[in-house]
Nanobody, 126 residues
Framework: QLQLVESGGGLAQVGGSLRLSCSAS????????VGWFRQVPGKEREAVSC????????KYGASVKGRFTISGDDARRTMYLQMTDLKPEDTAVYFC???????????????????WGQGTQVTVTS
């Protein structure tokens, strides 16, 4: 059973940066499709960025492309989301997710993932 724990959320000012981390334990697979998602109350969970750890392919949501970067450190069993040029609309609870697959056609579909972290709050203030 894979466990995911996010950290690094908090307060940031408009135009600032934050880096989220997602640490994995209990891993039984050599590769995963991993992703970052976010959600605000009353709205559906939104895909932020996804990545195949085997192929290194990445995908970004339109609202964060060019500002956020997903990466991973296999040795540390940790993935990251570097967020720059933060905007108030980036305020949300951010979740990391994973599934033991090499890749899938729509790796940013939330329904695809079967392991989720508990979420970390990101608040961007002006």
């Amino acid at each position: 059973q894979l466990q995911l724990v996010e950290s690094g959320g908090g307060l940031a000012q408009v135009g600032g940066s934050l880096r989220l981390s997602c640490s994995a334990s209990g891993s039984t697979s050599d590769y995963y499709v991993v992703g970052w998602f976010r959600q605000v109350p009353g709205k559906e969970r939104e895909a932020v960025s996804c990545m195949s750890t085997l192929y290194g392919t990445t995908k970004y949501g339109a609202s964060v492309k060019g500002r956020f970067t997903i990466s991973g450190d296999d040795a540390r069993r940790t993935m990251y989301l570097q967020m720059t040029d933060l905007k108030p609309e980036d305020t949300a609870v951010y979740f990391c997710a994973a599934r033991a697959e090499a890749t899938v056609p729509d790796m940013c579909a939330p329904s695809f993932y079967n392991y989720w972290g508990q979420g970390t709050q990101v608040t961007v203030t002006s």
